[in-house]
């Protein structure tokens, strides 16, 4: 009898134990989501080849660092509609931008730049021909250190077409 009460409390242990094993696989949700990045928002966003572009370059007041703050008031200017190109230099603490002139206007540029921040004031806006720090060719008699390693021929066949002052022909 002992053996009999004993065959049947493994037995028992056994089928609880086998009764408790779970064994469902678990519940697998597929969910989709849209995924945008910044080379797909670019190739959404076409330019008009016939718009009238114009140049703007600006001072931002308020930047403390240039990954935090320059960069997110250049996405922001550059994510706009009608802008072609937005750079932010945090050292020289200005924006330069080029925008289609139908769509984009100096006030909305200073909007986007406050929306980007409570703390970035808009100083100085002017519509440029070509941004301040665009390389430009020095003439012959120039001595900037632009000039330093140009022959003689490269910096009189560049001088024509450079709008700086080391670059005036000297009489």
């Known amino acids: 009898m002992k053996t009999l009460k004993n065959l049947l409390v493994i037995a028992l ?3 609880s134990m086998m009764a408790c094993k779970n064994d469902a696989k678990p519940e697998v949700k597929t969910v989709e989501t849209e995924v945008t990045s910044e080379a797909n928002t670019a190739e959404a966003k076409q330019l008009d080849p016939n718009a009238t572009y114009a140049k703007a370059e600006f001072g931002i007041e308020g930047m403390t660092c240039a ?14 509609d009608g802008v072609k190109s937005a750079k932010v230099d945090f050292e020289k603490e200005i924006a330069m931008v080029e925008y289609d002139e139908a769509k984009v206007t100096t006030n909305s540029l200073e909007e986007a730049v406050a929306k980007a921040g409570d703390t970035y004031k808009v100083k100085d806006m002017k519509t440029v021909e070509s941004f301040s720090s665009e390389k430009h060719e020095c003439s012959a008699s120039c001595d900037k250190a632009s000039c330093a390693n140009k022959t003689e021929a490269e910096k009189m066949a560049c001088a024509k077409d450079c709008k700086k002052d080391c670059c005036a022909k000297k009489a």
Do not use: F, H, P, R
């Not at 990954?67 to 706009?80: D, V, Y």
């Open 13 to 15: 242990i056994s089928v």
């Open 67 to 80: 990954m935090g703050c320059a960069k997110t008031i250049e996405k922001k200017i550059a994510k706009m």
